[in-house]
């Protein structure tokens, strides 16, 4: 189950915010934090499943966005971005992505 949280905004919208098991890593050792911007935490989750993370799920809310998440989200045009997910509370300097980015498959050489 991924960890993960969300905020409620003053006009209504949530940010939803979870860390999943990264796409890209087999064995699933690494994880990413995905940041997602919608009318509701309903919306929000299925903004991820259309994208083919069907096993997306939001129990509690264990992990909510900080106010820096909040503001990267907000700040991008497609309300949904991502990066790699702090190991045991270390911060991560790492700059957010657009979703595409993840999901994007390598080509065969």
Not at 19 to 32: E, F, K
Not at 75 to 93: E, F, Q, S
């Amino acid at each position: 189950m991924a960890a993960g949280g969300f905020c409620k905004l003053p006009n209504g919208m949530v940010v939803v915010a979870l860390n999943l098991p990264s796409p890209t890593a087999a064995d699933g050792s690494s994880a990413v934090r995905v940041l997602v911007h919608a009318q509701n935490r309903a919306r929000a989750l299925t903004r991820l499943r259309n994208l083919g993370m069907r096993a997306v799920y939001l129990r509690g809310n264990a992990a909510p966005p900080t106010p820096d998440e909040i503001t990267a989200v907000l700040h991008h045009p497609d309300g949904l971005i991502w990066r790699t997910a702090p190991d045991n509370g270390v911060t991560v300097t790492e700059l957010w992505r657009p979703i595409r980015s993840l999901l994007r498959r390598p080509t065969a050489a």
